[in-house]
């Protein structure tokens, strides 16, 4: 049995984080479905931003749809719906057999929009009605103005992956935003299928930290930081709150690990994936994760649900200066402002092919 299918056995989902025109059609994200138990797949600005300027493989696509008066923005959105309702196809059979708990793909809102509510409300209806696809998760930011729309767009009936989650705070957020869009759906007596994630990103504690704290403690805070919001999301779903919805058809909003690649040139590519075995999770990787998990991964065994030493752990960072609290608030202020970035980027580089393609 492969690592990967010990994982997956374990409960974890194993997602892929990343898409190509390529993965798509040279038949290497099915081989991931076969192989490499791969069940989801996540996208975000900077991964279209590689994809798109680092191939001429949208071309074709970006000059017909040219023709047909897209552009910016709009031109951007045909393309990635383009490629993750194909994705979205590789993985319906999963999505129904496992009643629509797996089996997704994810598209995120414009970043831009991280600090305006009523717009990103307007915008992922939009973009869930284009796509038509049962199986197509709208990422929203859980800042502090995601919130709202998350809550909105849950009552709505829209499938929410929410992004840019660093700590146990900002994740039960995200969670009691959640909650309170299927409470008003219980309300009303519709159905309480919602699908959603609430992705945390890891590596990036131990990136941030890396100079400000000695070699005893360096690339420990993410898993700290992990395991804590493991222990909330455990909590959570033992409630009262949470049994009252359930009673009602809801399913639970799933903890996603994202940025589960090594930054560190020092540790092996698989620390963050075997430190992050859980049951009813997701772990979304990066390719060059991905293989190396399935090529000499090792399953050590689930996480704690009361959080192993995280406490401790998050007492020494404290004591060497790192306030927790605010490290997670700077890091999802600095995530969204790259996601912005990767953006401009993005629709720069589809404004300066769509100019070459128009002159050729």
């Known amino acids: 049995m492969t690592a990967n299918s010990q994982l997956h056995d374990l409960g974890q989902s194993l997602w892929l984080d990343n898409i190509t025109r390529a993965l798509l059609t040279s038949g290497t994200l099915k081989k991931y479905i076969d192989e490499l138990s791969v069940t989801g797949l996540t996208s975000n600005p900077t991964i279209f931003d590689k994809a798109i300027t680092g191939s001429n493989d949208y071309d074709a696509g970006i000059k017909e749809l040219l023709g047909q008066g897209f552009e910016g923005e709009k031109l951007f959105f045909e393309l990635a719906i383009q490629d993750l309702t194909q994705a979205a196809g590789l993985f319906s059979g999963i999505h129904s057999q496992t009643n629509g708990v797996d089996g997704w793909v994810s598209l995120e809102v414009s970043p831009k929009l991280a600090y305006d509510s009523n717009t990103t409300i307007e915008q992922a209806k939009a973009l869930h009605a284009k796509a038509d696809c049962s199986n197509l998760f ?76 000695g070699d005893d403690l360096k690339n420990k805070l993410g898993i700290a930081v992990a395991q804590e919001t493991y222990r909330s999301y455990c909590t959570t779903y033992q409630s009262d709150r949470w049994k009252a919805l359930e009673a009602s058809g809801a399913q639970p909003q799933r903890l996603l690990w994202a940025s589960t690649g090594t930054k560190d040139p020092s540790l092996p590519e698989n620390y963050y994936v075997t430190a992050l075995a859980a049951p009813d999770t997701v772990n979304t990787m990066p390719e060059n994760t991905l293989l190396a998990f399935g090529e000499s991964g090792v ?62």
């Open 138 to 213: 709208i990422k929203v930011p859980g800042t502090p103005e995601g919130l709202p729309a998350i809550e909105e767009l849950i009552y709505a009936g829209v499938p929410i992956n929410v992004t840019l989650l660093f700590d146990s705070d900002q994740y039960c957020a995200a969670a009691d935003a959640y909650m309170k869009g299927l409470e008003r759906r219980q309300a009303e007596g519709k159905d309480m299928v919602v699908g959603s994630v609430a992705s945390v990103f890891i590596s990036r504690w131990d990136k941030g930290t890396m100079d400000k704290v």
């Open 299 to 360: 399953v050590e065994g689930p996480m704690s649900v009361d959080g192993g030493d995280c406490d401790e752990m998050i007492r020494k960072f404290a004591d060497a200066g790192i306030d927790k609290c605010e490290f997670a608030h700077q890091l999802q202020v600095d995530g969204a402002k790259s996601f912005v970035d990767s953006w401009d980027q993005l629709i720069g580089c589809i404004q300066s092919k769509a100019s070459v393609l128009q002159d050729a």
